[in-house]
Nanobody
Framework: QVQLVESGGGLVQAGGSLRLSCAAS????????MGWYRQGPRLQRELAAT???????NYVDSVKGRFTISRDNAKNTVYLQMNSLKPEDTAVYYC???????????????WGEGTLVTVSS
């Protein structure tokens, strides 16, 4: 089994910054893509940003230029630096990772339980 634990959420004023962290632990042989998804009030879960093991990043248009995703492969940890936060960024942010537990196993997707980010106007 693999566990993803997020941290770093909280309440911040518009224009402020937060840094989210997500650490993966458990039976891990290799991690491919890691990412952050978010689900705002009465909205569907959407991708915010992803990063491959080689460091290639992808962002949803609404966060480009404000959010930066990064990862520490040695620590199996992914980060999301969020700057210039807006009220519409308010959401539960979920960490996601594509993991292989041993060389012969299939890739599996794991999710964290989420961390709440609230941006006040």
């Amino acid at each position: 089994q693999v566990q993803l634990v997020e941290s770093g959420g909280g309440l911040v004023q518009a224009g402020g910054s937060l840094r989210l962290s997500c650490a993966a632990s458990g039976s891990i042989f290799s991690i491919d893509v890691m990412g952050w998804y978010r689900q705002g009030p009465r909205l569907q879960r959407e991708l915010a940003a992803t990063i491959t093991s080689a460091g290639i990043t992808n962002y949803v248009d609404s966060v480009k230029g404000r959010f930066t995703i990064s990862r520490d492969n040695a620590k199996n940890t992914v980060y999301l630096q969020m700057n210039s936060l807006k009220p519409e960024d308010t959401a539960v942010y979920y960490c996601n990772a594509r993991v292989r537990s041993d060389p012969s196993s299939w890739w599996r997707i794991y999710w964290g339980e989420g961390t709440l980010v609230t941006v006040s106007s």
